[in-house]
Structures are given as C-alpha cells and as structure tokens.
C-alpha cells in the first residue's frame, strides 16, 4: 500500500473542510439538529462494535464532525474518550488502526458471522451474503494502515547508558 501524505479521509474532503477545531459559534436549530445528529452516529458507531454487519468507524467520524461544527464540549468529550478517542484520533490523523483492534475487530466479526452462518441463518443465500460481507470487512481491515505508537518504538530502539555515563 503507498504511502499517502495526512490528510483527512476522502468522505470529510467529499463534505467540505475536514474541521480541526470546533466551531461552537452555530446557533438555534442547526446547533440543535448537529448535535442530535452526533449523538445518533455516536449510539449507531457504538451499536457497530457489537454488530458486525455495521460499521463504527464512519459514524465515529461523523458524529465527530457534527460535534466540531456545533458543541466545542461534546467535541472534546469524543476525542478524549477512554474507549473511541484515540481509535478516532489515529485514524482522523492518517496513523490508521492498531493490530490489537485489527485483530480484535476480525474476531469478533467472524465469531459473530460464524454462528449466525451455523446457527441462527437458514437460508443458503443469506449464508453466502453474511460470509462475502465477512469476508469484504476483513479485507478491509488487512488494507488499513496499521499504527505502531512511537513511544514503544524509542524505547526499544534507545541505547542503554552504561554505568560511566550515570556517574
């Protein structure tokens, strides 16, 4: 895959600027209906962490965008989550996804698909459409730029001081 300068996803460049701080100075009912929008897409994207067939990371965006263009706390509440904010940040900011959610998101698809293709799904048809979509995400997910935190990095590629240099 090549490497790609940052620069926000092509849906933000599709709906105008990618906005890099909120703009909380949107009044009345736009204020409004932004902000109801950003909550649905917040419960939708938290909805597709436990459903596979739905994706989280599109709604997590959007719902970011519509908190960045009307309320500067529901912004900041987003992006310094403890379970999405750093999943939005990276993937906002072009770092991509981490192997531990690249892995942890195609387990939980397949498991999920796994069962309802052996358990839950009667039908052939519907068995073949939910294992091409199984298949489709985690082709997906494999082509995501993978994102390794740069402090593991320095520290194990930091020279060790040896005991002279303490003293």
């Known amino acids: 895959m090549r490497n790609r300068p940052n620069r926000p996803p092509r849906f933000a460049r599709i709906l105008g600027r990618w906005?890099?701080?909120p703009e909380s100075r949107r009044r009345g009912i736009a204020r409004v209906l932004l902000v109801a929008g950003g909550t649905l897409c917040v419960a939708v994207g938290i909805a597709g962490i436990f459903l596979p067939v739905?994706?989280?990371t599109p709604f997590l965006l959007l719902a970011t965008i519509c908190?960045?263009?009307?309320?500067?706390?529901f912004y900041r509440w987003l992006l310094t989550n403890r379970w999405c904010g750093e999943y939005i940040r990276n993937y906002r900011e072009g770092r991509g996804i981490t192997l531990k959610h690249k892995l942890l998101t195609a387990a939980l698809l397949w498991l999920t698909i796994g069962y309802a293709v052996g358990f839950a799904v009667p039908r052939w048809w519907a068995k073949a459409i939910l294992l091409g979509i199984a298949v489709g995400v985690t082709v997906?997910?494999?082509r995501i730029k993978t994102y390794r935190r740069e402090a593991s990095r320095s520290r194990l590629s930091a020279p060790k001081s040896s005991p002279e240099e303490s003293g």
């Open 54 to 56: 739905l994706p989280t």
């Open 140 to 142: 997906h997910l494999v």
């Open 19 to 21: 906005p890099s701080a």
């Open 67 to 73: 908190y960045a263009r009307s309320s500067a706390r």
